[in-house]
């Protein structure tokens, strides 16, 4: 912004002085003069009027000079605006090709409007790796404003989330404005990954969301239906809800709702929840148990098995449940 200002201003001081220079050099009135120095700075010739003065010949040589150096310096500085952004896109595109090749297991947000803006910020709490896909080179820019991964291009390209690391990748959000675009962006994510979780957004239409799943969408969200529900909730359990909140944001209060995989190492398999002593030796309640096959257990008995595969719902302070979670 600070170059396009200082050239601009030293055009206009080349016009002032140039005005004024063949006024005082040609007695001239101000219009003449700035005439003068424009059919001079542009170059196009005098058809009609010429300096006849000494002085006004020498001060039009100089001018002349001092224009054409400007020209050729202002052309110069445009280029070099141009190579440098172009550099920096390069460099910028390889060290984020670069990041995310060091990436496993991370997330991709499709779309960073006010859904795709607020998903980004939980997950930058959480701690959890992604990268942020748009073709808007204005969001790609607030993007990196935030220190997050970027890449600018269309979602629904095979290429664009290969480059993204989706076959690496843990889940795929795909939140852009139209259920045509979170459509494409759910085949194309789907056909490049079969085990992908894919959330997507829905507008509520009529039929929309059993599309959505047919093609291949693991979970298909209406941010108006569920924001109803949850004022709803507020009206109807406004405690419950504002726990539940409490218990599933970060920093607000020493007690968190996470989920946890037991891995097919864990010492834990096969061993019952009062033998696993996960209460005791970590101060953690599992509230509830999901088993492989999708069925919930909630407030599961001391003598429930845990099996490999499991996801077991947990409650306790950050803490406690990192400490829990090396042994799943």
């Known amino acids: 912004m ?7 201003g030293l055009f206009l001081a080349l016009l002032v002085a140039g005005t004024f220079g063949y006024m005082w050099f040609e007695n001239t009135t101000f219009w003449g003069g700035l005439y003068l120095t424009i059919i001079t700075v542009f170059t196009v010739g005098y058809g009609d009027v010429v300096p006849i003065h000494p002085a006004g010949k020498v001060f039009t040589v100089f001018l002349v000079i001092t224009s054409v150096s400007f020209v050729m310096y202002t052309f110069s500085k445009i280029t070099e605006t141009m190579i440098e952004g172009e550099l920096r896109g390069l460099f910028r595109r390889r060290k984020m090709k670069q990041q995310v090749a060091r990436l496993n297991g991370h997330y991709l947000v499709c779309g960073f409007g006010r859904i795709g803006m607020e998903i980004c910020k939980i997950l930058a709490e959480h701690g959890r790796p992604f ?5 808007d080179p204005n969001a790609i820019r607030e993007i990196e404003e935030h220190s997050y991964l970027a890449y600018l291009g269309e979602a629904s390209d095979d290429d664009v989330l290969l480059d993204a690391g989706i076959q690496k990748a843990h889940g795929l959000v795909s939140v852009v404005s139209t259920d045509a675009d979170n459509m494409y962006i759910t085949l194309t994510a789907r056909g490049l990954n079969k085990d992908l979780y894919i959330l997507t957004r829905s507008s509520g239409a009529a039929g929309v969301q059993t599309k959505l799943m047919r093609a291949g969408a693991s979970k298909v969200i209406s941010p108006y239906a569920y924001g109803a529900r ?3 909730h507020l009206i109807v359990r406004p405690t ?8 599933m944001r970060t920093g607000e209060l020493d007690l968190l709702m996470e989920e946890l995989r037991v891995s097919t190492s864990s010492p834990l398999i096969h061993k019952t929840l009062i033998k696993a002593e996960i209460r005791k030796k970590y101060d953690v309640i599992v509230i509830a148990i999901k088993r492989e096959d999708g069925t919930m257990l909630f407030n599961p008995k001391p003598d429930t098995f ?3 595969g499991d996801i077991l719902i947990v409650l306790g302070s950050y803490e406690h449940i990192t400490g829990l979670s090396t042994e799943l």
Request: proline residues 4%; charged residues 25%.
């Open 131 to 135: 990268v942020v896909i748009d073709n």
């Open 306 to 308: 845990i099996e490999a």
């Open 240 to 247: 419950v809800t504002d726990f539940i909140d409490l218990t």
């Open 230 to 232: 949850r004022m709803a």
């Open 2 to 8: 600070r170059k396009p200002l200082i050239i601009s």
